[in-house]
């Protein structure tokens, strides 16, 4: 049997590769062999050991794209050589989310690279039904690309219709950068971001999202005011977790709106609760997506509804994948989305 590469975060800021046997595939499942993973956030966390819902070692990569190699015995629906991605959850089916619509939040929850194992491998072996076909034309980036782009059509998605929705996003990082595209890309008339970064505004700006904030050099308040009017923004969405941004959505909300959180607080935030309550606003979680996200992203990028590309700033070989976290550390917030290579094509 031959052997493949496999990643593994040993400890904090530790990370080592071992020779271990390519799996082998039950009847149901599919081997992928894995070409791109995008490092999110939390990746950084987990690496710098400040994820709260991860012990070591652990393999990485949720964030991914690939191409099957080889199919079980029962799979139909794919075949060796389709371009793919991969839903990262593992739920158990049987709890109430679960078995009302919602095995996104299942009770029991666990996410490849978190609670269990990541695709940080030459090759993965995963059931078929999480494997998801990518369009043939479709690059392995924007593939890898697909799981954030769920965790925004899923985030825009939880304020219903916005059709003619004047929105508010806060944090131009890569969430927020596709949460914003997202919106326009689902209807919002207009969409207003904001971020301490003019390099992540200047991103936005080329991706089409049509006015960008620096709340350092203008009053936000002022801003919202003159670009959507006095009933400011029909729905506001937090996309960077702490406790100015959510601070800044509260303040800056009409009364009788929703706040849409999407940013994972890694501190417990402080927040006027007395605001929430005179001015009704409704505060929505969002936590992941479901597989209709996943297809309705891959839909949004095939339509070039999404733009990817102004995003991807720099690939490192899977030998270097602690030296891709160095990267990001040194360079901050000039890094939108940087791509671990595991196969080259």
Same mark, same amino acid.
């Given at each position: 049997?031959?052997?493949?590469?496999?990643?593994?975060?040993?400890?904090?800021?530790?990370?080592?590769?071992?020779?271990?046997?390519?799996?082998?595939?039950?009847?149901?499942?599919?081997?992928?062999?894995?070409?791109?993973?995008?490092?999110?956030?939390?990746?950084?966390?987990?690496?710098?050991?400040?994820?709260?819902?991860?012990?070591?070692?652990?393999?990485?990569?949720?964030?991914?794209?690939?191409?099957?190699?080889?199919?079980?015995?029962?799979?139909?629906?794919?075949?060796?050589?389709?371009?793919?991605?991969?839903?990262?959850?593992?739920?158990?089916?049987?709890?109430?989310?679960?078995?009302?619509?919602?095995?996104?939040?299942?009770?029991?929850?666990?996410?490849?690279?978190?609670?269990?194992?990541?695709?940080?491998?030459?090759?993965?072996?995963?059931?078929?039904?999480?494997?998801?076909?990518?369009?043939?034309?479709?690059?392995?980036?924007?593939?890898?690309?697909?799981?954030?782009?769920?965790?925004?059509?899923?985030?825009?998605?939880?304020?219903?219709?916005?059709?003619?929705?004047?929105?508010?996003?806060?944090?131009?990082?890569?969430?927020?950068?596709?949460?914003?595209?997202?919106? !326009?890309?689902?209807?919002?008339?207009?969409?207003? &971001?904001? /971020?301490?970064? *003019?390099?992540?505004?200047? @991103?936005?700006?080329? +991706?089409?999202?049509?006015?960008?904030?620096?709340?350092?050099?203008?009053?936000?308040?002022?801003?919202?005011?003159?670009?959507?009017?006095?009933?400011?923004?029909?729905?506001?969405?937090?996309?960077?977790?702490?406790?100015?941004?959510?601070?800044?959505?509260?303040?800056?909300?009409?009364?009788?709106?929703?706040?849409?959180?999407?940013?994972?607080?890694?501190?417990?935030?402080?927040?006027?609760?007395?605001?929430?309550?005179?001015?009704?606003?409704?505060?929505?979680?969002?936590?992941?997506?479901?597989?209709?996200?996943?297809?309705?992203?891959?839909?949004?990028?095939?339509?070039?509804?999404?733009?990817?590309?102004?995003?991807?700033?720099?690939?490192?070989?899977? !030998?270097?994948?602690?030296?891709?976290?160095?990267? &990001?550390? /040194?360079?901050? *917030?000039?890094?939108?989305? @940087?791509?671990?290579? +595991?196969?080259?094509?």
């Amino acid at each position: 049997m031959k052997n493949m590469k496999q990643e593994v975060v040993t400890a904090p800021g530790k990370i080592e590769f071992r020779d271990i046997p390519i799996p082998e595939l039950e009847e149901n499942d599919v081997l992928v062999k894995m070409m791109r993973i995008g490092v999110c956030g939390s990746d950084i966390h987990v690496y710098h050991g400040k994820h709260p819902y991860t012990d070591y070692p652990i393999t990485q990569g949720h964030e991914v794209s690939g191409k099957i190699e080889k199919i079980g015995l029962n799979v139909k629906n794919l075949k060796p050589g389709d371009k793919v991605t991969i839903l990262p959850q593992e739920v158990c089916n049987q709890c109430y989310p679960c078995t009302h619509g919602m095995n996104h939040i299942c009770d029991d929850l666990k996410v490849m690279g978190f609670q269990t194992t990541g695709a940080g491998s030459e090759f993965f072996a995963i059931d078929a039904e999480k494997v998801i076909k990518l369009p043939e034309n479709m690059t392995y980036e924007q593939g890898a690309m697909i799981e954030p782009c769920a965790v925004a059509v899923h985030a825009v998605s939880r304020g219903g219709d916005i059709s003619e929705f004047n929105i508010l996003v806060l944090g131009a990082g890569p969430i927020g950068n596709l949460v914003g595209q997202a919106a !326009k890309a689902l209807g919002a008339k207009a969409v207003m &971001i904001t /971020d301490l970064s *003019d390099f992540r505004l200047g @991103i936005a700006k080329e +991706v089409g999202i049509n006015f960008t904030i620096n709340p350092t050099k203008q009053n936000l308040s002022e801003e919202i005011v003159n670009v959507f009017g006095p009933d400011k923004a029909d729905l506001i969405i937090e996309c960077v977790g702490i406790n100015e941004t959510i601070d800044a959505a509260i303040g800056n909300a009409r009364k009788g709106s929703d706040i849409i959180i999407v940013g994972v607080f890694g501190q417990k935030p402080s927040i006027d609760l007395g605001l929430v309550q005179d001015r009704e606003l409704i505060l929505i979680g969002s936590l992941m997506y479901q597989a209709d996200d996943y297809i309705k992203a891959i839909e949004l990028v095939d339509n070039k509804k999404i733009i990817l590309d102004s995003l991807m700033t720099m690939h490192f070989p899977f !030998k270097d994948y602690d030296r891709a976290y160095k990267y &990001i550390d /040194d360079k901050k *917030d000039k890094v939108m989305k @940087i791509f671990i290579d +595991v196969n080259k094509e």
